[in-house]
Structures are given as C-alpha cells and as structure tokens.
C-alpha cells in the first residue's frame, strides 16, 4: 500500500493542506524540516487516518474537535481509494461526494496489519524508541535476551548486564550509604532545595497573586462575552440599518393598499370605466347564453347517444370519422377564409370596374379579362410613361441651352456685324471659336435628345396598339400619344432647320473670320506658348473623352448582349396560350362527368390536361417578373447607348478643339 497524496484538511494547524507523494522508480519520500514545522503532526495524521481518531484529542487549538478532517487517496494491490476520515459515527467518506463508507473500507488495502504494529513499526518517536529498549532490556527470561541479541548483533548480553547492575549498586542502594553518588547527589538537593524554599514566595502571596490573575481572567471572558454580544448586536443594528428604509417603504405600500381597500369611492377609474364594464356585462351575458346553448345542445347530444344503436359498419370507420371530426376546425376556418376572399374579390371587382369606367374599357368582367393587359406589358408601359416623363424634361431643358445658344449667337453676329477694317483681337477670335464650339455641341445635344424622344414614342404607341383592338386608348393615353407625336415632329423639323441654320452662319462667320485673320498681326512668344500649353490641354482632352468614348461603347455592347442573349431565351405565354389549356381541360372533365366517356379512356389525357394548364398558369404568373427583368435590360440597353453617344459626342467635340 502506498500514499498518492495525503491531505490535511482540518487538523491541528494545518488548514486544507495537500502534501502529493508522486510515484518513482526509487519510491521513498523523506519529510524534512525545522522544529514545530509539523512532522509529528503528519506522522500521527497517517496513524489517525489509518485506524481512527480518538475520543480525545490535542489538536482542536485551531479547529473544533468536531470539524478535525483528513483525506487521502491510497493505491494497492485491492485498487485505489480516496477517501477522507472526519468525526461522527461514519467517519469514513468518500472524497468524490462525501458518501458515507462502511467502517472496513480501508481493510483491503491495511492487509493484516494492526494499529499496534503500526506504530510500534512504521510510527515511532524518541519515547516509542526508548519504552521498546527498556521492554526488551528487562525481559527476564533468556528468550528476551536471545531475541534482543539476535536483532542487535551483541554476543556478551549477559556480561554486560552484570557490569552495569554492579556500576548501579554503586550508584544507589535501598540503604543510606555515603559512598554511593545517589546519597551525594541527594544531600547536594537537600541543601539545594533548602535554598529553594528560602528563595520561593510564600502560599498566601502566591494564592493573592492567583486570585488576582483569576479575578483578571473572569473579567476578560466578561469582556469577551460583552464584546461577542456588542458584535452581534452591531450586525443585527447594520442589517436594520440596511433593511429599515425598504420595509419603511413596503409599510407605506401595505397602509395604501389598505387605504384604497378601505375607501374604494374615492379611487380613481379610467373616463372609460363604465363603457367597459357595460361591454363586460354583455359578453358576459353572450358567453351565458352560449354556455345555456352548449349545456343544452350536450344534453341532447347525450339523449342522442342514449338512443343510438351503434353499427358495426359505422364503429368499423371509427378512425376515418375521427380523423375527418379533426380535420372539421381547419375546413371551417378555410371556408370563411373563402368568404372573405370572396368579399375581398368583390370589391378588387369592384374597383377594377371602376377604373375600366374611368378609361373607357368594357365593365363586364369576362369582355374585361379578354381584353385586360398582361402585367409585363402593363409594366412595360409604365417604364415607357417614365422614360416620356425624363425625355420631356430633356427636351425642354435642350430647348433653353438651344434658345440661350442663339441669343449668344446674335450677340456674336452684331458683335462682328459692322464692317470695320480694324484687326479683331486674338482673345475675341478664341472667344468666337469657342461659343461657336459650344453652339455646335448643344445642336448635337438636342438631334440626340429629339431622336431618342421620338424612339419612345413609337415604343409607346407600339405598346398601346399591343393592347388590342378591343382595348381603346382612353382620352388619357390618346393625349401622351398626341404630346409626344407633336413633341417628336416638332423636334425633328426644329433640328432641321436649326442644323441648316448653323451651317449658313458657320459658313458666313468662316469666311469673315478668314478675312479677319489675314489682316492680323502675327502674335508673340508668349501668346505662342500660351497657345501651345492650351494645345496640350486640349489634345490631354481628347485622349480622356476618347478613352471614356471607348469605355462607354464597351458597356453599351455588353448591355446589348445580355439584352440578346434575354430576349432570344424567353417565351412568352399569353393568356390565350393558358384560356385554350384550360378550354381543353374543361372538356375533357365535362365528357367524363357527363358519361360520354368512360374514365379509363379519359384519365391520362385529363391528368395531363391539369397539368399543361397548371404549368402554363403558373409560368404566366412567373413571366411577370423575367417581362420586368427584360424590360430592365432593355432600360440599361438604352441607357448605356445614350451615355456612349454621349461620350461620343463628347470625344467629337474634343477633337474638333
């Protein structure tokens, strides 16, 4: 058996101290250490663990006797144990839980050994040592001797005894001899204790001196006690203290409490109140009624019951009929759950009704639906309303630059308009070039901007005629037709004649200017420089717009692809596509109830019927999204065609400056 560790966890003065004796090829622990660092106390808690601890014991100065506590965990050939030993009739405990164990947990691992051979082998002192010796020395027989002998390896035991029994006559004898050093030594205490008495304090000195030291501890335990009493009345004070303004707050609750109990009149109620205790009154009165109507409709269900003569048949579908009573709560919530689409469908009805009135569409509901648009066209003709709205805006705003353009124009014209032989300046010449530069930017601005106005409105009147002949315009739609024919037309005709305007003034201001020119003087160094610096910057200029040019082609070929690659992969189902499906379908189920056919013949061409007007239903109903994804593509088509002719344009007018 051997000691993993040993732990000291209430005894003498230690205090939850673990002492870990690991395992080693040489598995010897040696315990080394000053006076009163505490080896006998660990000798004698591995004796107590051991074997139990007594009744009494010395080692409670620290912690009371009832709390002493020691643990350990032991491993030996019957296994490993941790168990721990405290006082109480289980003194043993396991150290996991602290489970009591049975008093002979530890007789496995002890073997046969007891706890006199344990301290007589493995737990002796100096006096453990010295008792021993004496025991074997006196033994009177020769056997003791022998045995002593034969442990401490002496051959001449007996002689040696005679040698020392004759050296202790000489030391000492029953009578009183002089010769012998005990009698000497005892008149030396004689004397010596006569001089003691002289020297020692009398009995009635000591006993006063003692009375006072027993009077001066009555009194301190007195203080003792009255401090332990002062204590404990300082923390009842303190917890008061602590608790006193919540239990004052509590007692005020309590004593409003009590006072709204007591005088319920003068509590205030809600404005309220008595509205709501008149509705709580009448759904009382409902809930009682209804409670009267199930009490008598149970109890008639009972008479009913009684009166029942049940049916093997019926008891057999006992299962289906409970299945099909469970399943009664969620059909008749789906049916009011149908009435209320069915109202909510009447007034969708209602207002569809309405707003066909408003744009002159049929107001039956079967001409309405023939003729009703699909929602990717409904959808495209909405993008096209936006796309009128903005290039309205354009035009107008193309219009103000083009109004502004030739009122600078004219300002120019009878700028240069007298004729003079004088040389025009150089910066009046550059100030010309540019205006007439700028005029020419905003021309091709605005034959951009009137293009693409008249592009939208061929799409929108497209969109209207794809409505049907049977869908008429409405005075509303026949009016944007008309704004953006007339918008269109008066763009185009107005772009015209402002282009052949341009090319006659241009023409005229050239010729001028060539005049002009030829009777300037040539310009100096620094003008040349400043000519060259702007050169540079101009032609720093050119190089962007045509690096963007490029870059906005590219986005504008790209967006044309996917716009392709879109359009090429999507079909388009109509709702004649999806009315002749179901037209097919509707004949075959009315052949099939009306038994002109049998069902073996009509019920693959039924199934598959359902499943073709499903299937072009709902990819109707997913086609409004992939018509409205389109019609994105074909926005950013547009857009990004714009924005490259305008990057073109840009790049244009960079390389003329």
Same mark, same amino acid.
């Given at each position: ?7 000291? /966890?209430?005894?003498?003065? +230690? ?45 409670? +100065? ?59 082998? +493995? ?5 453990? @040592? ?16 022998? @045995? +002593? ?13 005679? =040698? ?91 004593? #409003? ?67 099909? =009573?469970?399943? @009664? ?5 789906? %049916? ?14 209602? =207002?569809?009704?309405?707003? #066909? ?20 066209? @409904? ?54 070039? %540019? ?48 704004? /953006?024919? =007339? ?38 160094d620094e003008h040349l420089n400043a000519l060259k610096a702007e050169r540079a910057e101009r ?33 388009? /189902? ?9 037209? %097919? ?24 019927? /359902? ?47």
């Amino acid at each position: 058996m051997r000691f993993d560790h040993l732990e000291l /966890i209430r005894f003498g003065k +230690f205090t939850d101290q673990r002492l870990d004796l690991p395992a080693a090829p040489q598995d010897f622990h040696l315990v080394v250490g000053p006076n009163e660092a505490g080896k006998s106390t660990l000798r004698r808690a591995v004796a107590e663990l051991l074997f139990g601890m007594p009744l009494r014991s010395d080692m409670d +100065f620290l912690h009371p006797l009832a709390e002493l506590r020691l643990g350990a965990q032991i491993t030996s050939e019957a296994g490993t144990l941790a168990v721990q030993r405290a006082r109480g009739r289980k003194p043993l405990r396991r150290a996991a839980d602290d489970t009591p164990l049975p008093d002979d947990a530890l007789r496995p691992h002890l073997g046969a050994a007891t706890e006199l051979l344990y301290r007589r082998m +493995f737990c002796l002192d100096l006096n453990g @040592l010295i008792e021993g010796g004496r025991s074997i020395l006196d033994a009177a027989d020769d056997v003791g001797q022998l @045995l +002593f002998q034969s442990a401490a390896g002496l051959g001449g035991l007996g002689t040696l005894r005679d =040698a020392l029994a004759a050296e202790a006559d000489a030391l000492y004898a029953p009578r009183k001899s002089g010769s012998r050093a005990f009698y000497a030594a005892l008149d030396l205490h004689d004397g010596a204790r006569q001089s003691l008495r002289a020297a020692t304090v009398n009995t009635r000195a000591w006993s006063a001196a003692a009375a006072e030291v027993t009077r001066l501890e009555a009194e301190l335990a007195q203080a003792g006690t009255h401090w332990q009493q002062l204590s404990a009345q300082r923390v009842t004070l303190e917890r008061v203290r602590r608790v006193a303004p919540r239990l004052a707050q509590w007692q005020a609750a309590v004593d #409003a409490r009590a006072a709204l109990q007591a005088a319920p009149e003068l509590r205030t109620l809600p404005a309220d109140a008595a509205h709501r205790l008149d509705e709580a009154e009448r759904a009382l009165a409902h809930q009682r009624a209804a409670h009267t109507l199930h009490e008598r409709a149970v109890a008639e269900g009972r008479v009913r019951l009684e009166g029942l003569n049940p049916e093997a048949a019926v008891l057999a579908q006992a299962t289906a009929i409970e299945t099909l =009573a469970g399943q @009664l709560p969620t059909a008749l919530r789906q %049916q009011r759950e149908l009435e209320r689409c069915a109202d909510e469908l009447q007034s969708l009805l209602q =207002a569809l009704q309405s707003g #066909a009135q408003a744009l002159g569409w049929p107001g039956d509901e079967a001409r309405l639906r023939a003729v009703l648009p699909a929602a990717a066209q @409904l959808k495209a003709l909405e993008q096209l309303q936006r796309q009128a709205a903005t290039l309205r805006q354009s035009r107008h705003t193309a219009q103000m630059v083009l109004q502004r353009t030739q009122q600078q124009c004219e300002r120019l014209d009878e700028a240069v308009r007298p004729a003079t032989t004088q040389s025009l300046p150089a910066a009046d010449l550059a100030a010309a070039l %540019q205006d007439a530069q700028s005029l020419r930017s905003g021309v091709l601005r605005r034959r951009q901007q009137s293009a693409a106005l008249a592009q939208a409105g061929l799409r929108l009147q497209a969109a209207w005629v794809a409505l049907g002949p049977a869908a008429p315009v409405g005075p509303h739609g026949a009016a944007v037709m008309a704004e /953006i024919g =007339a918008a269109s037309e008066t763009g185009l005709t107005g772009d015209t004649r402002d282009i052949r305007d341009t090319c006659n003034t241009t023409e005229a201001r050239d010729a001028a200017a060539l005049d002009r020119l030829a009777a300037l003087t040539p310009p100096s160094d620094e003008h040349l420089n400043a000519l060259k610096a702007e050169r540079a910057e101009r032609l720093a200029a050119r190089h962007s717009a045509e690096r963007e040019a490029d870059e906005a082609a590219e986005r504008a070929r790209r967006a044309a692809l996917a716009l392709a690659q879109s359009s090429a992969g999507s079909a388009v /189902i109509t709702a004649t596509d999806v009315r002749a499906a179901r037209g %097919q379908r509707d004949g075959l189920w009315a052949g099939l109830r009306d038994g002109a056919r049998p069902l073996a013949e009509v019920a693959v061409p039924l199934e598959q019927a /359902i499943g073709r007007a499903d299937e072009l239903a709902d990819r109707q109903q997913a086609q409004a999204t992939e018509a409205a994804q389109l019609q994105s593509l074909r926005d950013a088509a547009a857009r990004e065609q714009a924005q490259a002719e305008s990057a073109h344009a840009r790049h244009t007018a960079a390389q003329q400056a």
